[in-house]
Every structure is written in C-alpha cells, then in structure tokens.
C-alpha cells in the first residue's frame, strides 16, 4: 500500500500579495542577479553621459575605475542598503573632487538614496538625506564656491529622490493594509460560515435527540401497554383496549416521521434561503397541551398550567423542546404512574418554566445523556437560564428554566390536568 501525503494548501492571493510587498529585500528571490543587471545597465548609462554630455572633463583611467567603483556596489543595494550608499559615495565623492564628469555618478548617487528611502524609515531617509546634502555643500564650498546653481541641483535631485522613496514606501504599506483587511474579512467571514454550520448541526443533534427519544419512549411504553392487555386475561381480551394502544402508537410514528422528515429537509437544503421553508412552523406553546397528553398516555399524571400571552418564536420552541425532554425523562425514569406539574408563566421580562414530578429520578449510576446537555443548551440559544436537579423539599425531579422575553401587557391562562390511565 502506498501512503498518499496531501499537498499543503496553498496560500490564498491576498497573501501572497502582502508577503510580496512586506518581504524583506535581503531575502527577495533572484535580488543579487537582478541588481547586478540594474548596476550593469545604469553604467552603461553613466559612460555614455561621459562620452556626451561636457558636464567636467572626460575620464581617465582613474575616472573609469571610480566610475566602475562607484556603480559595482549597486549589485547588493537590497541587501544593505546604508552600506551600498556610503561604498557609493566613496568613489562618486571622489570624481566630484576631481572634477571629472559630473553628470556620469548621478544615476548610482540616486538609485542608492533610493533603495535607503523605500527599504526603511522615514526619520532614516531624512537623516542620510541630510548628510548627503551636506556633504554636497561641503565638496562644492571647496572645489567650486560660486556654483550655487550646481549646488541647487543636487539638492533638488536629493530631496526628490528621497520624498519619492518615502511616497513609494508608504505606498506599499497602504496596499499591504487593505490586502490585510481584506484577508481578515475573508477569515471573519469563513469562520462565521464554519459557526453558523456548527450551530446549525448542533440544533440539528438537539433536535433529532428530542425527537427520537420522545417518540421511541412513548412507543416503548404504548408498546408495553398493549402487550400488558394481550397477556393479562387472553379469555377476556379487551380489543378496544388494544385497538387504542396501537392506534397510539401509529399516531406517534406518524408524528415522528412528520417531524423527522422536517428535519432532514434542513440537513438536505441546498442553500440558506431554502432552510426557513423546509424546516416550516417551529413549535410553541400551542403544542404543550399534546405533550401533556403524550404524557398521559404513557400512564403520568400530567398538571398543565400556561399563563403566557404571545412570545418570540425562538423562545416558544426553547419551552416546547425544554418541556418534551422533562416529560420524557419523567415517563422514562420517574418510575410507574407518577405525578408531574408543568407551570409556564410570564413575568417582567421573562417567562418562568417549571417541570416538577414525585418519582424516583434517574439512576445516578446509569449512564448519563444529553437531554440535560440539550436542554441547557436550548435555553443559552435564547439567552436564558436552566436549573435541573432532585427537589429539596420532596422525592422527584424538577427542572426549571428562565428565558427572556419582551414584556407583552396581555396575559392568556391556559390550566390542563391530564390524570394518569388505568
């Protein structure tokens, strides 16, 4: 078998592109090869100023061999920008002070400001800007004192070379922040599409866990219920019993699979517009009253009392979910016929869900699930609170939960009492 290595990603546009403008120039690919060409053409340049142009006298060979020194440095301007300038200036200082060709050293003198403004600060550029112009007045107060215009020139030449490296500089940089800002959207939003797919599955999980195990106990315990009557007294069959026992449990499957397949056109939903209309109307506090019914069947006693006007649909689904794992947990492990009351309630703000049985509660060595997990997590979802725990004052379970609302001045009361079968 051979192993199969996945390539590494590569790296996205945006950041080539700030990589490309903020990389160090002494590690620039190819930086020595194509500064040595630069340096090759710009003195091929500077011989032919001083072959034409009668800016001094034309060199000799000394004047070619500074000319050369001169510009040969230029092949490692990137790599250190301060000490190519001042190997530049050494030979360049010297033609000037010989008076040969004037016009010749410009190119190098420039090109090597330059590299000094765009390769590092500002207050650096000034400084050796300074001292370049500085030294200009020096060497011509020595070697021509009356020519002010040639000592206007070079420190034109200087000044603008120097502010078109910063501008170019600050330039870079400005590019390299909105590329960065632009990246940093780009992360933003990939990793709110990653959040919203992981809320989305687990919504999903809370979902299918409520779902699932709500209808498998209530069939579980239809189920038993019906075989209970088939072999209790099979001389006295009651067939009407039984004959409700399994209309029960079609009426449970078949809510299930209206609900499951609700949820499974979410998880097959090609884009986001599409999910509002697959998932259809969330349950709310409509629905409470056949929970407590489901209940019922399954042989609890159920105590329904909602006083509550219109809610947010997120908060009616979080008191829906919250009250169909309390009741299944009750049938499941409140052991036989209990007593269960289920109280919501508005307030200032807030409605106020209480669940509260009298049975034996779960096995505290069984194996722990998600119906507390889930539960909790449907009342973060709405930005409330959820307490579940065994009672103080009485055997049993309760579970309570407090979850924001608007205030809504119209209170409606809905009381239900569903006594336990047989």
Same mark, same amino acid.
């Given at each position: 078998?051979?192993?199969?290595?996945?390539?590494? &990603?590569?790296?996205?546009?945006?950041?080539?592109?700030?990589?490309?403008?903020?990389?160090?120039?002494?590690?620039?690919?190819?930086?020595? #090869?194509?500064?040595?060409?630069?340096?090759?053409?710009?003195?091929?340049?500077?011989?032919?100023?001083?072959? !034409?142009?009668?800016? *001094?006298?034309?060199?000799?060979?000394?004047?070619?061999?500074?000319?050369?020194?001169?510009?040969?440095?230029?092949?490692?301007?990137?790599?250190?920008?301060?000490?190519?300038?001042?190997?530049?200036?050494?030979?360049?200082?010297?033609?000037?002070?010989?008076?040969?060709?004037?016009?010749?050293?410009?190119?190098?003198?420039?090109?090597?400001?330059?590299?000094?403004?765009?390769?590092?600060?500002? #207050?650096?550029?000034?400084?050796?800007?300074?001292?370049?112009?500085?030294?200009?007045?020096?060497?011509?107060? !020595?070697?021509?004192?009356?020519?002010?215009?040639?000592?206007?020139?070079?420190?034109?030449?200087?000044?603008?070379?120097?502010?078109?490296?910063?501008?170019?500089?600050?330039?870079?940089?400005?590019?390299?922040?909105?590329?960065?800002?632009? /990246?940093?959207?780009?992360?933003?939003?990939? /990793?709110?599409?990653?959040?919203?797919?992981?809320?989305?599955?687990?919504?999903?999980?809370?979902?299918?866990?409520?779902?699932?195990?709500?209808?498998?106990?209530?069939?579980?315990?239809?189920?038993?219920?019906?075989?209970?009557?088939?072999?209790?007294?099979?001389?006295?069959?009651?067939?009407?019993?039984?004959?409700?026992?399994?209309?029960?449990?079609?009426?449970?499957? #078949?809510?299930?699979?209206? /609900?499951?397949?609700?949820?499974?056109?979410?998880?097959?939903?090609?884009?986001?517009?599409?999910?509002?209309?697959?998932?259809? +109307?969330? &349950?709310?506090?409509?629905?409470?009253?056949?929970?407590?019914?489901?209940?019922?069947?399954?042989?609890?006693?159920?105590?329904?009392?909602?006083?509550?006007?219109?809610?947010?649909?997120?908060?009616?689904?979080?008191?829906?979910?919250?009250?169909?794992?309390?009741?299944?947990?009750?049938?499941?492990?409140?052991?036989?016929?209990?007593?269960?009351?289920?109280?919501?309630?508005?307030?200032?703000?807030?409605?106020?869900?209480?669940?509260?049985?009298?049975?034996?509660?779960?096995?505290?060595?069984?194996? +722990?699930? !998600?119906?507390?997990?889930?539960?909790?997590?449907?009342?973060?979802?709405?930005? *409330?609170?959820?307490?579940? *725990?065994?009672?103080?004052?009485?055997? *049993?379970?309760?579970?309570?939960?407090?979850?924001?609302?608007?205030?809504?001045?119209?209170?409606?009361?809905?009381?239900?009492?569903?006594?336990?079968?047989?």
């Amino acid at each position: 078998m051979q192993a199969t290595t996945e390539a590494a &990603p590569r790296p996205r546009v945006g950041e080539r592109i700030i990589a490309v403008i903020n990389r160090d120039p002494s590690t620039a690919p190819h930086r020595t #090869r194509n500064d040595t060409v630069l340096a090759a053409v710009l003195l091929v340049g500077a011989v032919c100023l001083a072959l !034409f142009t009668d800016d *001094g006298s034309r060199p000799d060979a000394a004047g070619w061999t500074l000319l050369l020194a001169g510009y040969a440095p230029l092949a490692g301007r990137r790599h250190r920008p301060l000490l190519t300038l001042c190997l530049v200036a050494v030979p360049i200082g010297a033609l000037h002070a010989l008076d040969y060709n004037h016009s010749a050293p410009l190119p190098a003198t420039m090109v090597a400001l330059y590299t000094v403004a765009t390769t590092g600060t500002v #207050r650096r550029a000034l400084i050796t800007g300074s001292a370049v112009i500085g030294l200009g007045l020096t060497m011509n107060a !020595f070697t021509n004192p009356e020519g002010m215009v040639e000592l206007l020139r070079i420190t034109g030449w200087v000044v603008a070379v120097l502010f078109c490296g910063i501008d170019v500089r600050v330039y870079r940089q400005y590019v390299a922040a909105i590329v960065e800002r632009a /990246e940093r959207a780009e992360r933003t939003r990939e /990793e709110e599409a990653r959040r919203r797919v992981a809320e989305e599955r687990l919504r999903v999980a809370r979902d299918l866990h409520d779902l699932l195990a709500h209808s498998i106990t209530l069939i579980g315990v239809q189920t038993s219920v019906a075989a209970h009557v088939l072999t209790a007294d099979p001389e006295r069959l009651d067939r009407a019993a039984v004959a409700q026992a399994l209309d029960d449990i079609a009426e449970t499957c #078949r809510s299930a699979r209206g /609900e499951l397949r609700t949820t499974l056109e979410v998880l097959r939903a090609q884009d986001t517009a599409a999910v509002p209309a697959a998932r259809g +109307p969330l &349950p709310d506090l409509s629905g409470l009253p056949d929970l407590a019914e489901s209940a019922r069947l399954a042989g609890a006693a159920v105590d329904l009392s909602v006083r509550a006007a219109a809610v947010p649909p997120a908060v009616g689904a979080a008191v829906y979910r919250i009250t169909q794992e309390a009741l299944t947990n009750v049938v499941r492990h409140a052991g036989p016929k209990p007593s269960v009351r289920v109280e919501v309630h508005a307030g200032s703000g807030a409605l106020r869900l209480s669940v509260t049985d009298d049975g034996t509660g779960p096995d505290p060595a069984g194996t +722990p699930g !998600f119906g507390l997990v889930g539960m909790r997590e449907r009342a973060r979802s709405v930005g *409330g609170t959820l307490d579940a *725990g065994p009672r103080e004052d009485a055997d *049993g379970f309760e579970v309570t939960a407090v979850l924001p609302t608007p205030a809504t001045p119209l209170m409606t009361t809905t009381t239900i009492t569903s006594e336990r079968t047989g």
